[in-house]
């Protein structure tokens, strides 16, 4: 079982090209976050998908564009990449209640590592 | 707004020392979840535990052991007879749930380095 794929692991862009970061889960889980990483600040959302066709910004959504694709599904777009937008990227996934013990509130995949020059 | 804070940035203890890594949160929320989570230096992310504020009974699982304390907002994880494999940057994370919708606020994390 992969749980959360994400691609490609490592990236470097030049300042001003796009690109889109992908991730897949195979859960069947309805929500999807992307993360970013940075020394000393923790992980930080970006964007959710509470579910297929609905997306919301979360506390850094500023220069990105999310696309949930399908239900199992959830992409991160550049479109002009610029060099404070260098971080590492974690998409995850979770179930829609957190009331069962025992659930793990969110799968993470192994993170994308972003390089702008 | 929902706030969680790790004051420690970087703790470094010689091994088989118990060491403990303090949270505290801030929610308006009367249900909510915390979590541990563990980044070693391949950088996945390690989830550890979670605990529900509405069961305030600490947990133990083999060295590692939890405290959650409302009265304090607080939510420590003590590491005991600390190992090599410990180290690692470990998060605290506070859930809200919001109609089906969960969603996580990080700590910025402490970075703990178990010394040989």
């Known amino acids: 079982n992969a749980g959360v794929t994400q691609t490609p692991k490592f990236q470097v862009l030049k300042t001003g090209q796009s690109m889109t970061l992908q991730c897949a889960q195979d859960?069947?889980?309805?929500?999807m976050y992307w993360y970013r990483q940075d020394p000393g600040m923790g992980l930080r959302l970006i964007y959710y998908s509470a579910s297929e066709g609905t997306t919301d910004k979360g506390e850094v959504p500023n220069g990105y564009n999310v696309s949930r694709l399908n239900k199992r599904e959830f992409s991160l777009r550049l479109e002009s990449a610029a060099p404070s937008q260098t971080s590492v990227y974690f998409c995850?996934?979770?179930?829609?209640?957190?009331?069962?013990?025992?659930?793990?509130?969110?799968?993470f995949g192994d993170g994308t590592r972003l390089s702008i020059l | 707004a929902q706030k969680v804070t790790q004051a420690q940035t970087e703790i470094s203890v010689v091994e088989k020392e118990d060491v403990t890594l303090d949270c505290v949160y801030e929610t308006r929320d009367t249900t909510y979840y915390l979590f541990w989570y563990k980044q070693p230096p391949s950088g996945e992310l390690v989830f550890l535990i979670r605990?529900?504020?509405?069961?305030?009974q600490n947990e133990i699982s083999g060295r590692y052991s939890w405290n959650f304390q409302k009265s304090t907002s607080s939510f420590n994880f003590t590491i005991t007879a600390s190992q090599v494999v410990d180290s690692a940057v470990y998060f605290c994370a506070l859930g809200e749930t919001n109609f089906g919708n969960e969603k996580l606020t990080f700590g910025t994390g402490t970075r703990l380095t178990i010394i040989p």
């Open positions: 605990r529900n504020s509405f069961d305030e």
């Open positions: 995850a996934s979770s179930e829609t209640r957190w009331g069962r013990m025992g659930n793990q509130p969110q799968h």
């Open positions: 859960m069947n889980h309805n929500s």
